[in-house]
Nanobody, 124 residues
Framework: QVQLVESGGGLVQAGGSLRLSCAASGLTFSSYAMGWFRQAPGKEREFVAAINWSGGGSDYADSVKGRFTISRDNVKNTVYLQMNSLKPEDTAVYYC?????????????????WGQGTQVTVSS
């Protein structure tokens, strides 16, 4: 069965950095595009970033462009989200997601598999 397990969340001061990881199992990882989403308390889940199967293409939400970087390692079956210059408004539970094929999706409905999430809290 497919499992996506996020790690790397935590508490950080504004301006700091965190690197999230998402380890995938039970699927042919290199056949899947991967995405990161986040959900803050009282808000809907929102798109953060996505990367295609090879790592050669990516997409970002405007709110994180220039601060966050998505990458993947198809040998380790892991996708990463490097988050720099963090702001209090980045506080949320961060989820990774997988979708079969070569297309990138910013809509959560495009993804078939989801992890349980990891909490990121940015203090001011």
């Amino acid at each position: 069965q497919v499992q996506l397990v996020e790690s790397g969340g935590g508490l950080v001061q504004a301006g700091g950095s965190l690197r999230l990881s998402c380890a995938a199992s039970g699927l042919t990882f290199s056949s899947y595009a991967m995405g990161w989403f986040r959900q803050a308390p009282g808000k809907e889940r929102e798109f953060v970033a996505a990367i295609n199967w090879s790592g050669g293409g990516s997409d970002y939400a405007d709110s994180v462009k220039g601060r966050f970087t998505i990458s993947r390692d198809n040998v380790k079956n892991t996708v990463y989200l490097q988050m720099n210059s963090l702001k209090p408004e980045d506080t949320a539970v961060y989820y990774c997601a997988a979708t079969y094929g070569r297309s990138l999706y910013s809509a959560s409905s495009g993804y078939s598999y989801w992890g349980q999430g990891t909490q990121v809290t940015v203090s001011s």
